[in-house]
């Protein structure tokens, strides 16, 4: 489930599953409300898709004044489809769209206030987290490579270290690619199944085409590391067959612009 929210002409989307924790802020932007142009009209969030600097800045700063960030309290991944996640602090904050202080790191983790955790995606899940008991928040970005490699797992047992109990723990994975959309060939299928012979379960093939749920793979791992399969929301939308409201890297043949992820508690 998903809802579609709009402040005047900006478009984000939230997650029914959050909607009773009034601390918690988060948000999983669309490609409406922002001013850039063609392959990134119009709410391109992400620095080195290709597009004007300026009006990525300009984009940028619309999502920060429309949900009500300051721009200092932004902590933000460097993703490189890893499967790398880190503890993250004040210390991090002041960098938005700068280099964060580390490399390679896809999901990052914090138990402070006011700390704005924001990634980035463009057919990649978004994968957020919520304990609304110990108050921590994480946010993951999963592409097939995070996901096959079980990142959201990890997330899950972060937490646990950091003092949750993962079936207390709520979790929303953003609108990305559907089965239907995400097609590899077989070198990529053997890997999934070298990496977790369960994978099999959410592959259905297509002539010689293979098709993942990555949606399911993330809440398989979710699940198999402690969490409750009815704490885990899908969106269930797929931002290649909605290209009209999302950046899609797959639909657009890597000429796009990129949504953000956003989670903070106030
Ligand atoms: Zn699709």
């Given at each position: 489930m998903?809802?579609?929210?709009?402040?005047?002409?900006?478009?984000?989307?939230?997650?029914?599953i959050f909607d009773e924790y009034h601390d918690l802020l988060h948000c999983f932007t669309t490609r409406k409300g922002g001013v850039s142009k063609g392959p990134y009209e119009s709410l391109n969030i992400g620095f080195g898709t290709g597009d004007d600097e300026e009006n990525i800045r300009r984009n940028n700063l619309i999502v920060f004044d429309k949900l009500g960030i300051s721009i200092e309290d932004v902590v933000e991944t460097d993703q490189t489809h890893t499967n790398n996640i880190k503890y993250?602090?004040?210390?991090?904050?002041?960098?938005?769209?700068?280099?964060?202080?580390?490399t390679d790191i896809d999901g990052i983790y914090t138990d402070k206030k006011n700390v704005a955790l924001m990634s980035f995606h463009a057919d990649c899940n978004a994968v957020f987290f919520y304990d609304p008991v110990k108050k921590l928040i994480g946010l993951s970005h999963a592409g097939w490579r995070?996901?096959?490699?079980?990142?959201?797992?990890k997330m899950v047992r972060?937490?646990?270290?950091?003092?949750?109990?993962?079936s207390h723990l709520k979790a929303a994975i953003s609108p990305s690619l559907c089965q239907d959309c995400f097609e590899?060939?077989?070198?990529?299928?053997?890997?999934?199944?070298?990496?977790?012979?369960?994978?099999?379960?959410?592959m259905v093939t297509?002539?010689?085409?293979y098709h993942f749920d990555l949606w399911e793979i993330n809440k398989y791992n979710m699940t198999k590391a402690g969490m409750d399969e009815n704490n885990i929301e899908l969106a269930g939308l797929c931002t290649k067959c909605r290209n009209d409201l999302f950046f899609s890297h797959r639909g657009q043949k890597g000429i796009r612009g990129l949504m953000a992820g956003i989670i903070m508690m106030k």
């Open positions: 998903y809802k579609l929210n709009r402040i005047e002409d900006f478009v984000y989307v939230t997650f029914p993250v602090d004040e210390t991090y904050k002041g960098r938005a769209m700068k280099d964060p202080k580390y995070g996901t096959m490699t079980d990142i959201a797992g972060a937490l646990t270290e950091m003092g949750s109990n993962p590899v060939d077989k070198d990529v299928a053997d890997m999934f199944i070298a990496t977790d012979i369960r994978y099999k379960d959410f297509r002539g010689n085409k």
